[in-house]
């Protein structure tokens, strides 16, 4: 499982010109699933997010996670996380999760965020979606639960 994590002021998703979810201060989230995740790989997701030390504190150090910042997440799919460049000029998917192992993962991130007390807003699975995000910092992180960065 890969993730693009984004410290933002707001951050939104449009799906057919209509505003359908949107956050104020807090994480920016485009989770991608491969083939080979599971529901191991969904805790560690949502706990490695959760835990993230990156909004300020008095100081100004980044000493602070999610809920010490009293932050919001707007998480999106994005199966072209897992999209390899390397040969030609067309990205291969061939490793992204297929839609029901796909979803049904970005689900299991989504409800384990929530479990662990947060307000999570969502993008809509398998939509074509515009995000409108304001990055504050900017802080963008890059995840993944096999590589452990």
Known sequence: ????????NEARVTIEGE?????????????GVSRDDGPDDAKYMAAKIAGLRIFADAAGAMNLDLAEAGGEILVVSQFTLYGDARKGRRPSFITAAGGELGE???ERVIAELRALGHRVATGR????????????GPVTILLDSKRGF
């Open 125 to 136: 699975f398998g939509a074509t979606m515009d995000i409108a995000s304001t990055n504050h």
């Open 1 to 8: 499982m890969r993730a693009v994590v984004t410290r933002v």
């Open 19 to 31: 505003t359908t979810a949107s956050i104020g201060r807090g994480l920016l989230v485009l989770l």
């Open 104 to 106: 049904a993962l970005y």
